[in-house]
T-cell receptor, first 112, second 115 residues
């Protein structure tokens, strides 16, 4: 079975500071990994995904994530936070064609 | 394209009442899903469908039923509402290419309260 653990349910950063959201996965087969973002009162939107083509994945809105097999991690970063980055972020793993397992989510607050 | 649409946006039910949450997608996706989202718990899969006429249980199917008569529609039925079903419900869809890497597209959600 596949699962992900997101470290930290809440992250607070200053505008312009680095955003780092941590995700560790467990999978018995090579995984596909995803980061989704959820803005208040909206559905989830894909930020980026890892599909084994490249270990450093670039997504929308300046986010990127690095797949590290040795650490079973897929941490999400953004060099400079913007007020519009305030949202909840979910890491997810899939090892099949259709089932996703989501982490508990990390809420990001951006301070002016 | 409207993507994935859900109705209603909000609903308050009394214990024991029934309702159907509607979900429609216009992307011709073969896979569709229902999730529930509870605070601090992420999303849990309730039911999914790999095509018209085919449905299967997810992690938390008790108290729910689904049907998939067309590619576009995937309604979720609550027969006897209970307070434990108070949650935000999301419908999603995806296209299967056999690679396991396809993103799911989510609707805006239905916020359900059972009192």
């Amino acid at each position: 079975a596949q699962s992900v653990t997101q470290l930290g349910s809440h992250v607070s950063v200053s505008e312009g500071a680095l955003v780092l959201l941590r995700c560790n996965y467990s999978s018995s087969v090579p995984p596909y990994l995803f980061w989704y973002v959820q803005y208040p009162n909206q559905g989830l939107q894909l930020l980026l995904k890892y599909t084994s083509a490249a270990t450093l994945v670039k997504g929308i809105n300046g986010f990127e994530a690095e797949f590290k097999k040795s650490e079973t991690s897929f941490h999400l970063t953004k060099p400079s936070a913007h007020m519009s980055d305030a949202a909840e972020y979910f890491c997810a793993v899939s090892a099949s064609d259709y089932k996703l397992s989501f982490g508990a989510g990390t809420t990001v607050t951006v301070r002016a | 394209n409207a993507g994935v649409t859900q109705t209603p946006k909000f609903r308050i039910l009394k214990i024991g009442q029934s309702m159907t949450l509607q979900c429609t997608q216009d992307m011709n996706h073969n896979y569709m899903y229902w999730y529930r989202q509870d605070p601090g718990m992420g999303l849990k899969l309730i039911y999914y469908s790999v095509g018209a006429g085919i449905t299967d249980k997810g992690e938390v199917p008790n108290g729910y039923n689904v049907s998939r008569s067309t590619t576009e529609d995937f309604p979720l039925r609550l027969e006897l509402a209970a307070p434990s079903q108070t949650s935000v419900y999301f419908c999603a869809s995806s296209y299967s290419s056999g690679l396991g890497s396809n993103e799911q597209f989510f609707g805006p959600g239905t916020r359900l309260t059972v009192l």
